[in-house]
Structure formats: C-alpha cells, structure tokens
C-alpha cells in the first residue's frame, strides 16, 4: 500500500530532471521473455538520478491506437514458392517482434529474393519487414519497388510500442521447428547489431532508455491458461550482448513500491525511423506504388519476376492464411513530454515516453491477453485505466 508519505517521498524524488526510458508491449523488465536469465540479484551502490515526474491524467490522452500483432506458431513465414507466375519469398508472422527481427529477418528474405541472380524485385507491404526488405535487396544491388495499399503511417507496425523486443510473442514453443531457436538468435543478433549503426542520429530512431519495473510484492508472474500457447522465450541465447536488469536496495530509489528492478534497453523511435528508412530508400533510387491485392492471382499484374511477401497480418487475408492468429494491443498515447527520459512497468501496464507522445498500454495479468481477439477498435475505458494505474504512483488517481 502506498502511505501518504511514501507518495510525498516519491513526489519529492520524482521533480527535478535526468535519466531515460522503457516499457513495452511485453512483459516486466522482460523485453526478451521471462526466463531469459537476464536477472541478476542485486545492483549494490547505485542510486536513480533524479526522475521528471509523469503527468498521468486521462485529459492528456491525445489518441489511442489497436496493433494485431501477427503471430505464427511455428514462428515468421520465410519460405519460397511459385505463385501467378513469380517467384515468392515470404516474410510476415513476426508477433510482437516485427520492427526487432525486421533487418534479420530481411537479410534471409533478400538472399532467398536473389537467388538465381534476379535484378528486379517487387516488395508487398510498407511496414517494417517491407521497408528493410526494400532497402537491403537495393544496397545489394537489385531494383526495387514497393508495392503497398497504404504507407507507412497507415500500416500496423506503425502502431507499434517501439520497444527492442525480439522474442515477443514470436512463436509457440512446442510448435516450432527444431533449428527454430538458432535460426532466430541469427535474425536478432544480425538486427541488434544493425540498430547498433543508427545510434545517435538525428531525431534518434534508435536510442537507450532506462526502465524501472515495479512491484507491490513478490515479481508478478503470467499465469498459466489452461490450453494456452506456450510462447517461446529464447532471451538466454543474447545474454553476452543484452544489459540485464536488477533488483535495487531499497532507499535507492524513490518509487513507493516494494520491489523496484532496473535495466536498461534499446528503443525505437517509430516515426521517425519509419520516415529516415522511407525517405533512404527512395533517395536511393526506389519507387513506392499504390497498389491493392485482393489475391495470390493480383501478383501476375506485376512486372518485376521475384516478389517478396511483407504483409504482416494482411497475408492472413490475402494469402489465406489462418495460421496467423490476431493478438490485439492497444496503445494510449499522451502529450509527450521532453524531460522524462524514463519508463516504467506497473500492475500489467507500461509506460514507454517516446518524442511522439508517452506510450501506455495495459499488457494484461496473462500471456493470453489479446490472443485471438481481432478487434480493432479503440477502448477508452481501457486506457483510461491503464493512465490512472501509473497515476496512483505520482500522486493521482
């Protein structure tokens, strides 16, 4: 419980300015799954800088937004086939991990794309998997257009919380493969070492952030369902080149809570990641054309003989494909506010201050939350909700 003291200490603590930020759409301080042995016991000596306080109140809602995260299974769809007459690589069923695995994932889309030493490709989708697929088939040399019904701003991973999280919901862990889990640990380390490279830019499209996971109790824990997919967590297999997370000794903190643990971790910056990846690969001599597909047939209508598939949860239509199962998420964005620099992870929900606006979303009290559900649909309630939970940690609701 938090005492009126308490609340006054966390206030007092929280006002001047300093540190950085986090929390996703996944679970606490667990960017990379619960069980990725990132923990250690204890962080002896360090003190949290001074933290801007949250402005959490549900009038400074300016938009809320709803993800279907594409989850596969068996994990992404990479394979090849011949389809109207094209050669087609596939690359879409990402989960929760899309923007994290996109230049990994694009790497083995583009080999696959240029096999046989065609020159010219199609890409399908402008979200992320379509932008770095695009964009490495060109500085490999290829000719490239994409071919989407909507840009960016309209696609789902534009809707995306922006958190480095490349084991989030990306497969079932009894339904993989076998060499699964390798060929992933490729497509993160190849991602995270490419994210490395866009460190410091203008606009930071790609920053660090530090994250603070707060619980009232012992470390709360995703129950079991019944039934339910066992999600696969392989965060152990980046363990030598992912900061972990820490317990902090109390009084080393000013968060009214009985555990704090403290990480660090990378994060995206959407907007203008999306916008710097767009405007590179149009500079670089590609087109971007408007163009619906209702079916497999529509690709005949395109020039180019190799076509890779980025369509994300859009392929669960346009290719039938009812191994995509929705996992619905929804974001309330906030005014942002340029002096806090810091996230949090309270009661199933987290905070993510972003440059566009501070990132809220409620993640549920079970793996299972959104599973299955295609609703789109924004949830005011929800949002409201989940605001007023991180206000009762500054003082308010």
Same mark, same amino acid.
């Given at each position: 419980?938090?005492?009126?003291?308490?609340?006054?200490?966390?206030?007092?603590?929280?006002?001047?300015?300093?540190?950085?930020?986090?929390?996703?759409?996944?679970?606490?301080?667990?960017?990379?799954?619960?069980?990725?042995?990132?923990?250690?016991?204890? +962080?002896? *000596?360090?003190? $949290?800088?001074?933290? !801007?306080?949250? @402005?959490?109140?549900?009038? =400074?809602?300016?938009?809320? %937004?709803?993800?279907?995260?594409?989850?596969?299974?068996?994990?992404?769809?990479?394979?090849?086939?011949?389809?109207?007459?094209?050669?087609?690589?596939?690359?879409?069923?990402?989960?929760?991990?899309?923007?994290?695995?996109?230049?990994?994932?694009?790497?083995?889309?583009?080999?696959?794309?240029?096999?046989?030493?065609?020159?010219?490709?199609?890409?399908?989708?402008?979200?992320?998997?379509?932008?770095?697929?695009?964009?490495?088939?060109? +500085?490999? *040399?290829?000719? $490239?257009?994409?071919? !989407?019904?909507? @840009?960016?701003?309209?696609? =789902?991973?534009?809707?995306? %919380?922006?958190?480095?999280?490349?084991?989030?919901?990306?497969?079932?862990?009894?339904?993989?493969?076998?060499?699964?889990?390798?060929?992933?640990?490729?497509?993160?380390?190849?991602?995270?070492?490419?994210?490395?490279?866009?460190?410091?830019?203008?606009?930071?499209?790609?920053?660090?952030?530090?994250?603070?996971?707060?619980?009232?109790?012992?470390?709360?824990?995703?129950?079991?369902?019944?039934?339910?997919?066992?999600?696969?967590?392989?965060?152990?297999?980046?363990?030598?080149?992912?900061?972990?997370?820490?317990?902090?000794?109390?009084?080393?903190?000013?968060?009214?809570?009985?555990?704090?643990?403290?990480?660090?971790?990378?994060?995206?910056?959407?907007?203008?990641?999306?916008?710097?990846?767009?405007?590179?690969?149009?500079?670089?001599?590609?087109?971007?054309?408007?163009?619906?597909?209702?079916?497999?047939?529509?690709?005949?209508?395109?020039?180019?003989?190799?076509?890779?598939?980025?369509?994300?949860?859009?392929?669960?239509?346009?290719?039938?494909?009812?191994?995509?199962?929705?996992?619905?998420?929804?974001?309330?964005?906030?005014?942002?506010?340029?002096?806090?620099?810091?996230?949090?992870?309270?009661?199933?929900?987290?905070?993510?201050?972003?440059?566009?606006?501070?990132?809220?979303?409620?993640?549920?009290?079970?793996?299972?939350?959104?599973?299955?559900?295609?609703?789109?649909?924004?949830?005011?309630?929800?949002?409201?909700?989940?605001?007023?939970?991180?206000?009762?940690?500054?003082?308010?609701?």
């Amino acid at each position: 419980m938090t005492t009126t003291s308490s609340r006054r200490a966390i206030l007092a603590g929280l006002s001047g300015l300093g540190a950085t930020s986090l929390a996703g759409c996944v679970t606490p301080d667990r960017t990379l799954g619960r069980s990725s042995g990132l923990i250690a016991s204890s +962080r002896p *000596g360090f003190v $949290v800088p001074p933290l !801007a306080p949250l @402005r959490m109140s549900a009038d =400074r809602i300016t938009k809320i %937004t709803v993800c279907l995260r594409p989850f596969r299974a068996a994990g992404p769809r990479l394979d090849v086939e011949n389809v109207a007459g094209k050669r087609v690589v596939h690359n879409y069923g990402h989960g929760g991990s899309g923007w994290s695995l996109s230049w990994g994932s694009s790497t083995i889309a583009a080999r696959n794309a240029l096999e046989g030493g065609t020159r010219e490709v199609a890409v399908i989708g402008c979200g992320a998997l379509g932008l770095t697929s695009a964009l490495l088939l060109q +500085r490999a *040399g290829a000719k $490239v257009t994409i071919y !989407a019904k909507e @840009r960016t701003p309209q696609a =789902r991973s534009f809707r995306a %919380t922006g958190t480095w999280s490349p084991d989030s919901r990306v497969a079932d862990a009894d339904k993989v493969a076998p060499g699964f889990p390798a060929l992933w640990e490729e497509m993160a380390r190849t991602s995270y070492a490419t994210y490395q490279t866009l460190l410091g830019l203008p606009g930071e499209p790609v920053s660090w952030s530090d994250r603070y996971s707060l619980f009232d109790g012992p470390a709360e824990t995703h129950p079991h369902v019944e039934g339910a997919v066992r999600f696969a967590e392989y965060g152990d297999r980046l363990k030598d080149i992912v900061p972990g997370f820490h317990e902090l000794p109390a009084g080393s903190h000013p968060f009214p809570a009985a555990r704090v643990r403290h990480g660090t971790s990378m994060q995206f910056n959407v907007t203008d990641l999306a916008h710097m990846l767009t405007n590179d690969f149009l500079a670089e001599g590609g087109a971007i054309v408007a163009m619906t597909f209702d079916t497999p047939a529509d690709l005949a209508r395109l020039k180019e003989p190799v076509v890779v598939n980025c369509t994300g949860y859009g392929a669960r239509a346009l290719w039938k494909d009812e191994t995509i199962t929705p996992v619905r998420g929804q974001i309330a964005w906030l005014a942002p506010q340029p002096e806090v620099r810091y996230g949090l992870f309270y009661r199933h929900v987290s905070v993510l201050p972003r440059p566009d606006g501070i990132v809220v979303q409620q993640v549920g009290d079970s793996d299972m939350w959104g599973y299955g559900v295609a609703d789109e649909r924004p949830d005011r309630a929800e949002a409201e909700n989940a605001v007023a939970t991180i206000a009762g940690l500054f003082g308010g609701a």
